[in-house]
Structure formats: C-alpha cells, structure tokens
C-alpha cells in the first residue's frame, strides 16, 4: 500500500499505488508544496488521467525521496517540477544534484527520467527552467499535464513524449531552444494563460499545509489592475477571469473545514460577497492570500471576519502614497488607515501589509510617511510589516527599471529598522542579496540562466 503522511485527506483522485513510473517533484519542503496550487493541480490531472504519480518535495531528505515509497528520484521515468520563484530554479539544480542525477539535459542519457517543468516562473522567465528540464511548459499547464499523462500511458519512450509535448503551442523543448525562440513562445503563450481551463483545485489536504488545513480552490486567473510591477496585471497574461461564483463553490468537497481563495486578483472578484457568504453558510472557513485595500469595503472585511479571518493580509506596495500612485495604484494612508478602523470594528486582530521599497523616484522622505502610517494603524489593530526591495520583471512596465544600488537599499533598510522596529508586531525585511538574485534570475539569458541556477559552475 502507499504511504501516504497522516492527516491527508484526498478529494476526486487517490494517492498513487506501488511502482508509479511518474512523480510531482516541487523545489521545497512537504508544507510549501501542499500549499501550491500549480503543483497540486497538474498532480490532480495526471492522477486524473489515471498516470501513477508519487509526490517528492526536493528540499526535504538528502538525498530527496518520494512521499509515497520512498524510491529516489532517477527510478522514476517521468519527472514534473512546478516552480514559481526564481531561486526555487537554483533549489531544483542542488536538489537534481544531490539525487545523482545529471542537471544538465544535455548530458543526460536515454536511461536518465524525462524532467518536465512549468509552473508560474515561467510568466516571468522560462530559461532558468529551460537550463535543466528537457522540455518547459510555459503558463497553463493542464493540456501538458493530460497530454503526458496520456503519452506516458501509451508506453512510449523519451522520444514519443518530447515530440507529443513539443506539438503544443506554450512548451519549449531544451534542445531545440535559443533566446529568439524563447521569446517568441513565451510572448504567445503569455495572453492564453488567465483562459486556461479552471478553477484548479487541490487533490489533497492536510494540516501541514503553508496554509494549514485549506482546501485550495482557484476563484479567478489574472487581474483586472494594472500595478505597473505586477506580472498578473491586466492584459500582460490575458483577461481577468474570475471563475463564476456557482462554479467555485462547486468545486469546493462536502466536509471540507476551510477553503483558500487562490487567484492574483481575488479583491476584485464581482461574486466575492457571494462566494464568502454561501462559505460561511456552510460553515466553511476562508483564507485568502494578499488582499487589494481599495477592494476592501466594510462588507466584505466584516464577511472575511466572519469565514474565520484573524488578521488581513494587504498589498501597501510603495512607502508614499505618491509611489502608490505611480505604481499605478493609487492609494492614500487615509484609506489605509480606515481599513485598520473597520478591521478593529469586526474584531480582526491584525493587518499584514506588503511594501517594496528602492522604488524609482523614492524620495527620501518615503519612510518617514510610511513610518507616520504605520504609527496611525498600530492604535487601531496590530500590524506586521513586510518589506523588500522592488525586483523588476520583464514585460511589466517598470521592467527595464534597474535593481536599485546595494547602498540605496540598505539605508532605506536600516531607517525601516529605525522607525518601525518598536512600533509593529512583526517586521520582515527580506533579502537585498536574494532579491537581487531573484532579478538576475528574472531577465537572465540561456547562457546566463545556466550559470546562475549552478549547470555551469
Ligand atoms: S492588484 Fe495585485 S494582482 Fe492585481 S495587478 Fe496589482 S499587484 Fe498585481
């Protein structure tokens, strides 16, 4: 019998028996990986399609095992590895490594697994994946995940596979790729991404999720906001689809205790009050990931209050409210300020609010209105500030925009420390060392992606 850990709790599919020729690797722990949805899903659909997968998160066990039986990676035939954050590429070469199996596609032999990846990084940059996988998936992945199901169903070799996976219009295959093809195929795939079929949900819960026990249910792909940034905002990845209310909560199991709302542009959904009022109706608890303030009506706040919500997690985004609104989302801190007072009003505990700094044009007085700001909210509710450097990504408007100088970052890094660090309950800073990484991840070049994931050492 496969093993599964204690507290899953499976919907729709079951976990793979003894002996299965494919596994769903993630670049991280069992927690981070039972709390992705792109992971989760393409998991569901080769499951689905009757495909044998086991599930093998790369960071935990050296070297990593599956879940299921333990096996190591190079037993396995087929390989899928969902990534969505640049260094999670760097994890993946480390983690192929220490399984003994060759990170480079092209000195792996015929016996070696076929190594597929996707996942959301490819929005950004697919060449990191591209560095190690024979072939990448570029945005949605659901006909991917059906269609190798179903080649790998068929028996047939590397060969049949790569060529089947080839024929579709949003995946590259490592030894045919070059920076012009490259480019060419993420710009076609990026508009099909947000019409891609939906809502995804997870096969699987357990308590140990990221997100605890959440039952993880797409509500939308994309946004309707055009936060200069962001690589959802609208148009860059298609239409803003927010899945019909009906339909998401469809997709939602009986005996289900808690639901994630997953989706960039979840504020906007039309049917949010719906779809958290038919929640609670059935006594289903709800957790979102970061929330937009201007969406944020007293309605819907006290809603979230009442699907279990303990603290409101927001994106602040620039320190002033003059980056707000050149980030192309205008936001005053009198408008933030009144969402801490209604949240004090429904008894929510605490606001988590996002902020990046090293913005063009952030004038040195940013932190000092920032700081004012948060002096303002912390009366009304506890606040956990988190904040990093702005890490341009390509095909945003704010693209080209350079990561700013180390020096710049660390003073408006030490006067966040300064101003905030008695007055919040939580402060997190982040990394100007990872984040510069994560840049040159983002707009690296073939040769450049090998050498910064570690092929090219
Ligand atoms: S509201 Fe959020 S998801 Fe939408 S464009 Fe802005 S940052 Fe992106």
């Known amino acids: ?30 927690p981070a990986a039972m709390a992705s949805l792109g992971f989760l899903a ?25 879940i299921e039986e333990g096996r190591p990676l190079r037993s396995y035939r087929l390989v899928t590895v969902s990534v969505a954050w640049e260094l999670e590429a760097v994890d993946a070469v480390a983690a192929l490594r220490r399984a003994g199996l060759e ?4 000195r792996r032999g015929p016996d070696d697994p076929l190594l597929v990846a996707g996942g959301a990084l490819t929005l950004v940059n697919p060449r990191p994946l591209l560095a190690f996988a024979d072939a990448v998936v570029v945005g949605d992945g659901m006909d991917a995940a059906r269609l190798l199901a179903r080649a790998a169903l068929d028996g047939g070799g590397r060969r049949h596979v790569l060529e089947a996976l080839g024929a579709l219009p949003n995946v590259l295959l490592a030894a045919e790729a070059d920076d012009g093809s490259t480019a060419q195929r993420q710009a076609a795939a990026l508009p099909s991404y947000s019409t ?12 140990d999720s990221a997100f605890g026990d959440a ?4 509500a939308c792909r994309g946004c309707p906001c055009g936060c200069t940034y962001c690589v959802l905002r609208r148009g860059r990845c298609g239409p803003y689809v927010a899945h019909d209310a009906a339909t998401v909560l469809a997709a939602v199991p009986e005996g289900v205790g808690r639901v994630g709302l997953v989706g960039g542009g979840v504020s906007d959904h039309p049917e949010l009050e719906r779809l958290l009022e038919s929640l609670v109706a059935r006594g289903v608890g709800v957790t979102t990931s ?16 009442a699907a279990g919500a303990r603290q409101l997690t927001v994106g602040v985004d620039g320190l002033s409210s003059e980056l707000r609104r050149t980030l192309g989302k205008p936001l005053t801190g009198e408008r933030i300020v009144e969402l801490a007072e209604t949240a004090r009003g429904v008894g929510l505990e605490s606001l988590k609010l996002y902020v990046m700094y090293g913005l063009p044009g952030e004038a040195p007085g940013a932190v000092e209105e920032f700081a004012a700001l948060i002096d303002e909210v912390r009366r009304r509710v506890r606040v956990h500030v ?21 020096a710049t970052l660390r003073a408006v890094r030490a006067a966040l420390r300064e101003r905030l660090g008695a007055i919040v309950s939580g402060l997190d800073l982040g990394s100007i060392r990872t984040a510069r990484r994560e840049h040159a991840l983002a707009h690296a070049d073939l040769a450049t992606a090998r050498r910064l994931v570690g092929i090219e050492r």
């Open 1 to 30: 019998m496969p093993w599964t850990p204690a507290g899953e709790r499976w919907f729709g599919v079951s976990p793979a028996l003894p002996d299965a020729p494919a596994v769903a690797a993630f670049p991280g722990t069992y």
């Open 42 to 66: 393409v998991l569901r659909e080769m499951l689905a399609q009757g495909l044998p997968v086991h599930r093998m998160p790369l960071l935990d066990g050296d070297p990593p095992e599956s």
């Open 103 to 106: 990170p480079d596609p092209a």
């Open 196 to 207: 891609g079929p939906g809502p995804l949900s997870s096969p699987v819960v357990t308590e």
């Open 215 to 218: 039952y993880l249910v797409e």
């Open 290 to 305: 970061s929330l937009r303030v201007g969406a944020l009506t007293e309605r819907r706040v006290r809603l979230l209050a």
């Open 386 to 406: 988190s904040a990093g450097p702005l890490v341009p990504k390509p095909r945003t408007p704010l693209g080209d925009a350079p990561f700013a100088p180390a």
